[in-house]
C-alpha cells in the first residue's frame, strides 16, 4: 500500500503560518511536529541601544492583536529596574486597558475563529449565513474592547498612550462614563452567549496538565503577581528563567520553553480559570457550573467555554472600575531610570507573557528577553495532539485534519507573536508494512 500524504497549504483563523506534520503507523502515532516557519522578526534585537522610553511602542508592534499585553509587561519590567509603585488610579486605568484587549480578543476568538469548528463552517463568513446573531454578537464585545483601548491606549491597534510611570494623557471622567451603557448591555447579553456556548459538541477528550499563571492575594491574575503552578510551583517574577528555559527544535522557528524538570506546561485561560476559580465573583461561579464546566477542566475543547467567562470577567471588572475611577491628577510619576535589570510578567489574553531587560547608565536597553504565551504553549499542543490523534484514527483524512486544526486552535496560537502557522500533513504508514 501506498503511503498518504495530506496536505492543507494554510490553517485559516489563527494569527500567523506554519504546518503540522503527524507521522501515523498503523494505529500509533509516531511523531507529531508543529512546524512554525515564519521568519524570526528579531524584536529583541531591534530593542538593543534603544532608549528604554521607546519600549512601549516598539513592543507593541509585536502583535495587532495583543499589543497591550506587550506595552504592560514592558513598562512593568523597566519599573521594576527602579521598584516604583504607581497610584491607584493608574493602576486602574492600566487593568481597564488590559480588560479591553481581554474583551477584544476572547471576544474575536470565541466567535468569529473557533466557533466555525463547532457549527461546521470554514469560516465566520459562512456561518454569519445561517448564525447571523453570534457573529453580530461577536462583533459588538470586539467593538466595546476597541472602544476601552482607544480611550485609554489612544487608538485601537498598535496603542501609544502608555509610557513607563504611567500615561501621556489621562482620559475624562465623562469620557470613561460613555463606556458603562455598552458595558451593561454587554454584561446582560453574556448569559445568552453562555447558553449558546454550553450547547456546543465537545470532544470527550481530558489531559493532564502543568498549569502556570501569575497569582495575587486579591485578583483574578492580569498585570501582576507572583507565578504559580498546580504542582507546587511559586516563584518570583524574577527567578523565572530559574526555572523554565526556552529550547531550540529543528522543526520550528519559535523557541520551545519547557518548565526544568517537567518539560511541557499549560499557560492561558484554562491555567487561569483553573488556578484561579475562587476568585471568580459567586455569579460567574454560578455560570461555569451551568454551563457543565468541570472544575477544574481538563477538556482543551471546552476552552471556548472558559475564554467566556474570562471575557465575562473583563466586562465586570471593566464595569467595576469605570464606576471607581477618579482623575489622580498627573498622568504619569517621575522617572529616575538606573542602570539595572527588571523583570515582569502579565496574562496575555493566551496566557502569561515573560519581559526581562537591562539598562544600562545611558538609559538604553542593553538586553531584552520577550518569551511569548503561544512558545510555552507550543509543546503542550504537539502534546495534545499527539494522545488526541489516536482516538480519531477511524476518520477519513480530510475529517481528522479537521479535528486536528481545531486542537490547534483551542489554543488561540499567536504564531507571528511566538516566531511564529498552518500547512499540515498527514503520513499514515499501514499496519503491518
Not at 512601549?56 to 506587550?70: F, H, L, S, W
Not at 465623562?174 to 453562555?194: D, F, H, V
Not at 526544568?260 to 476568585?279: E, I, W
Request: negative net charge.
Amino acid at each position: 500500500m501506498k503511503q498518504k500524504t495530506i496536505k492543507v497549504d494554510y490553517l485559516a483563523r489563527v494569527e500567523g503560518e506554519g504546518a503540522l506534520w503527524i507521522d501515523i503507523d498503523g494505529e500509533n502515532v509516531k511523531q507529531v511536529k508543529l512546524k512554525i516557519f515564519e521568519p524570526p522578526r528579531f524584536f529583541e534585537a531591534f530593542l538593543r541601544g534603544r532608549a528604554y522610553t521607546e519600549a512601549p511602542d516598539i513592543t507593541a508592534r509585536i502583535c495587532g492583536i495583543c499589543p497591550v499585553a506587550y506595552q504592560m509587561s514592558a513598562v512593568h519590567a523597566l519599573e521594576n529596574i527602579i521598584q516604583i509603585k504607581l497610584p491607584n488610579p493608574l493602576r486602574d486605568l492600566r487593568r481597564l486597558l488590559y480588560c479591553g484587549e481581554w474583551i477584544e480578543s476572547h471576544g474575536l476568538h470565541i466567535f468569529m475563529l473557533h466557533a466555525p469548528d463547532f457549527l461546521g463552517y470554514p469560516d465566520a463568513i459562512q456561518m454569519a449565513k445561517d448564525h447571523g446573531d453570534i457573529v453580530k454578537m461577536g462583533l459588538q464585545l470586539k467593538k466595546i474592547g476597541n472602544e476601552i483601548v482607544k480611550l485609554v491606549g489612544g487608538r485601537e491597534i498598535h496603542p501609544i498612550n502608555v509610557k513607563v510611570g504611567g500615561f501621556y494623557k489621562l482620559p475624562k471622567r465623562q469620557e470613561l462614563l460613555s463606556l458603562r451603557g455598552p458595558l451593561e448591555g454587554a454584561i446582560g447579553n453574556i448569559q445568552n452567549a453562555m447558553d449558546w456556548v454550553s450547547r456546543l459538541n465537545f470532544f470527550p477528550f481530558k489531559m493532564e496538565y502543568e498549569l502556570v499563571s501569575l497569582a495575587n492575594d486579591s485578583e483574578y491574575p492580569m498585570n501582576e503577581g507572583r507565578i504559580i503552578s498546580n504542582r507546587g510551583l511559586n516563584i518570583d517574577v524574577a527567578d523565572f528563567e530559574k526555572h523554565f528555559e526556552e529550547q531550540h527544535v529543528e522543526h520550528s522557528n519559535a523557541l520551545h520553553c519547557i518548565h526544568k524538570g517537567y518539560d511541557s506546561y499549560l499557560v492561558g485561560p484554562m491555567a487561569r480559570f483553573n488556578l484561579h476559580f475562587s476568585k471568580l465573583s459567586v455569579d460567574l461561579q454560578r455560570m461555569a457550573f451551568n454551563a457543565g464546566l468541570d472544575i477544574p477542566c481538563y477538556n482543551p475543547f471546552q476552552s471556548i467555554v472558559v475564554r467566556l467567562i474570562e471575557l465575562a470577567y473583563a466586562l465586570h471588572e471593566a464595569l467595576r472600575i469605570v464606576d471607581v475611577w477618579q482623575d489622580p491628577g498627573a498622568p504619569a510619576v517621575d522617572i529616575n531610570m538606573q542602570p539595572g535589570v527588571g523583570f515582569a510578567a502579565t496574562e496575555a489574553p493566551r496566557g502569561l507573557l515573560y519581559h526581562r531587560y537591562e539598562i544600562n547608565d545611558q538609559g538604553n536597553i542593553v538586553e531584552a528577553r520577550i518569551i511569548p504565551p503561544t512558545s510555552q504553549n507550543q509543546k503542550q499542543i504537539e502534546n495534545d495532539l499527539f494522545h488526541f490523534v489516536p482516538t480519531q484514527l477511524n476518520q477519513s483524512d480530510e475529517e481528522l485534519t479537521l479535528r486536528c486544526e481545531q486542537a490547534v486552535r483551542n489554543y488561540d496560537p499567536c504564531i507571528s507573536c511566538a516566531t511564529h502557522f498552518l500547512k499540515m500533513h498527514i503520513r499514515r504508514e499501514p499496519v503491518g508494512v
